[in-house]
């Protein structure tokens, strides 16, 4: 359920808000180069000065996918090195992996604030893109700006800027039900004062085919099946009001927001497995955020703060005395107390967070820089079930600071063609952690401190050898903390951990990107070395029987290439190429129990290691036809095992198939580029794919797209 | 997605026959008509992480190494593992599904019929030969009706299931009550034995009443709704079995049965029971506890608790014993941080306990029911750095270390050839 994301439709009231604010029309900037080309030339100083500098990140402008129907996960799983892995449709359980590290070992960030717990319906396969105009993708080596404790990276959701007026609105419709709404609009007054409001509203019954499903008969499995879900719709909603001044002399940005989103998201089966079949199990999330940003850049001197507060609930509802089968027939069970996932149940996992964040900038120089960064993490887990007595997890509040220091200086010599930036991290942890235990036969309230810190360093160099040759490497320490349920427990089956450590990588990228134009063709080619020294991951293991808790465990070593290759000729043909291999390998010696490990040196298992992706786009210009463009995408991802490659007999082995998905996206602008319109197909071949071993995701889908921007 | 597997890999199979490039010795022997059979199959877990299982097929456990590389049949997750005759069911977590295996033709440890299940099926027996017996448990404690699965070892498939009640007692207040969880399916003429614990009923895993010995009987083959016609209860020991295994209570040949009780809380037992640990017996014919016989083990072994133990002909068990009690922490003869189990040969009849020789002191959480080969059974013998497997001759009470295993069990060894 880590990552499961929903909705909720509670806002129809505030579209016609925000619709109904007058917009001041902006002239159109980069209008039709910049679809292929902005994401390649940055047009923006701060984006230079980010792709100059050593880290390994990637900026990733969201407007040439805006027009099409892509979320943002599908986005990032267009750049090299990264992928994402989904259970399913809209709203289903997804994860994404950046060079081989993954999960809660990747941070996110929203305009520099970070997004961790903030519930399913503001996970990442929400957002339309609207909203957002950039991601910045750091590969393995974050900056200290960005203060949390990435372990394999982050990703940062930029919002445009503030001294635009724009209005953005949205509407798509395509194959199971699936439509999204969503209306963004700002509005820069002349006296610096701004207003910006974002609603988006998503919806799919995700009522897509299911393959080689068993056939049950009396409880026998007596063949397989194609079947069809029929309790899988995802319903999700959000609200993003933003008001204050910016570009004055006291405040770059100076601005109080409130984030208010929701979603309910059925649940068709458990999430490894298709012989259980729900009709009445899904969950609820609710959050409510409310947040306070002062930016200010004097000549010298810059200061960024934030802060953050909110309440995110998430529900889980099993209330169905019924045993379903996936033709829609069901029996009763024996026990009238019985749920269809285990005994009957609405439970309610409430966090209270609190966050902030204060960082300055001083140039000593034209070439110098220091920066200091504070940023404190507070988050308290409480959790309560209305029907079911005997599910005491999270009963009594537990509490878990975190904070991370950050300091790093940067400078700039040989006429800037060298950057150069040393960086340290030191994160403390701190928490409390109220846990009924059963000791002997008493049950009691067991408190327990827990208080650790751990620093983290790293470097970033980048050398510019020619105008169109850029050479850059990066390495950092880097750190996760545990997670609140990996240290706290539930406070029932998963005991408290206080002795965990947290996860440590050793992250070493080196890149080289090369430009190279002649008359109306440019390209570009990237080439990153990527390796990853991870020890202690965090597992779970089973202890007490049906009891266990979280522990470190195995060293992982990751090494890999990612290539990228991007193409265009006469402003009207682009291809983007890119192919990642990474050869993640076990480096434990023994076991958790203290056996020899069987499978030193091996790959390590259920995980994709070769993946591409091929994007080709045709503007119609090149035949003068104005305003149509077509792309056509591929997306590869090599077979891989669910469990060690070298073990049992071929034949039985689990797996995922090697995959290859095609797409296509019309799109047609007019009136000044003001009106969209595009038609998407998505998997044209109808292939069946799987990111996680037998669990189907969509086949192939239609989808229409509206899009009107001034 | 298990067909698709095999649809694939047959598909590869025939191109690679068709190219010739085949030198595999298998197919040599399938050319000579030769097939080997294997003798055995065994139920291996990996030392990795995923621990993953694979049932193997193996012909020699004296010599060599026992490992996954190409060979056996992938599970997911962790596994229940019950032969009954020359079936081998595979009953897990993951999936809700319980699989069964035989050999094929070709010597392949094939799957040849699955069922599925709503709650986790955690105890096992058997009806003859023929029949799988199977049942949940009340996994967070409520109040709930069991469902006992009889399911063919033919075809691997549901013949009969009902449910059946074992033992409630319930105040309306979770944590006052307790719930009867079982620990052994034993059938005996047209009579079904099931040992329980009381455990509590808010799922907190705890033993409020330990200090009796609780077996409920049932006519077989069961009624839906059954409850128990009789619960049979003695207070010279403890509850009966231990969580996870299925051999609580064990019919001998005449028509005897024998149940273990452990009490302690390394065992789960918490409180500890202030009984000692020792064997019942439920003569052949009667339907309670002989009062003349209890063999108190504590007494016998110095201090021993019965962690194990499984009928291996005659008057006979193999049990394995908790001998020291430093380190003891709840549940802590599950873990792997204790190595104080000491195999042992039990004469049920005769009350002697003998120590079976050249066998280290070791841990081990679950054992899948033993097969007796030629007056000997196998075993896993889990280390601290190491694993092996054992050949107990019951008779003499000696072992010999055989295979080692490269990983951590070998939660069961089947033989095939009877």
Redesign the interface.
Known sequence: MKYTVRYLTQCLGLIGLSASLSIHAQAQSEAKEGAVERIEVVGQESDQAIRLSGFNVDLLLTDKYQNSVFDLNQILNFSPGIHVRSNGGVGSSSELSINGLSGNQIRYFFDGIPMENFGGALSLNNFSGNLVEKMQVYKGVVPIELAADALGGAINIITPSLDENLLDLSYSYGSFNSQNLSVFSQIAFQNNWFVRSSVSLNHSDNDYEM??I?K?E????VG?QTVRRFHDAYTSGSINLKAGIQGTELADELSVGVILAANKNEQQH?E??T??VFAGVYSKNDSKLFSAIYKKDWQQFGLKGYLLTGKITESFYDTLNR?YAWDGSYTT???A??GEF??QSIFHLTDDILRYNLSADYHLNQQDTLTLSYAHNAIERQGYDEI?????SFSTPNRLDKSVLGFAYNTQILNDSIRFGVFAKHYQMGGEIIAEQ?V??E?VEQTTLINFDKSGFGATLSYQLSDDWLVKTSFEEAVRLPEPVEILGTG?YVMPSPELNPETSRNFNLGSTYRYSVENLFTRTEVNLFLRDTENLI?YV??????GRYLN??KVQTNGIELAWYGRLHDYYSLNLNATYENAT?Q?Y??????????HGDRI??RPYQYANARFSLDWMAFDIAGLTTSWSINYVGQFFY??E??????????V?TQATHDLDIEYAFKNDAYRVSFSTRNIFDKAVYDN??IDKPGRAFYIKFRYLN | MFNRNTLSVAMATLLLSACGSSSDSNDQAKENNEVEMPKFALAYKQAVSGEAEYLLPANDLMQGQINANSVGAEQLGWNYYYPVGNTIFVSGYENFETVSYKLNSDGELARQGAFVFNNALEVFGADGDDYLLASDEPRDGTHTTRTLYTVSAESGHIIRQVGYSIFDEDTGTPGEGTVGWATALVVRGDELFVPFHKLDDQGWYTTPAPDEALVAIYDYPLNDGASPKAIISDDRTSHIGVNGSTTGLILTDSGDMYSFSNGTIAAGFSPASTKPSGILKIANGESDFAQHYFFNIEEATNGGSIFWMDYVGGNKAIARLLVDKKGEAPWSAFGRTNFNQKLVIIDLAAKTVTDVANVPLHAKRYSSPVEVVNGKVYVSIEEETQAYIYEVDIETATATQGAEIQGKTVKGVYYLAD
């Open positions: 393959h080689n068993n049950i009396n409880g026998n499995v397989v458990p490894k497995s012989n259980k045993i069970p024996n026990n107390t019985d285990g005994t079911n007595a005997n599910n005491t059963q002997e036969f049950t029932k597992r089973p202890e007490q029987i049906i009891r465990d195995r076990d434990s023994v076991d958790i129990d203290g056996f020899p490990h069987n499978h298992p259920n469990q060690w070298s073990s049992g007999s071929k034949s039985t082995k689990f797996q198939p071993f037998n």
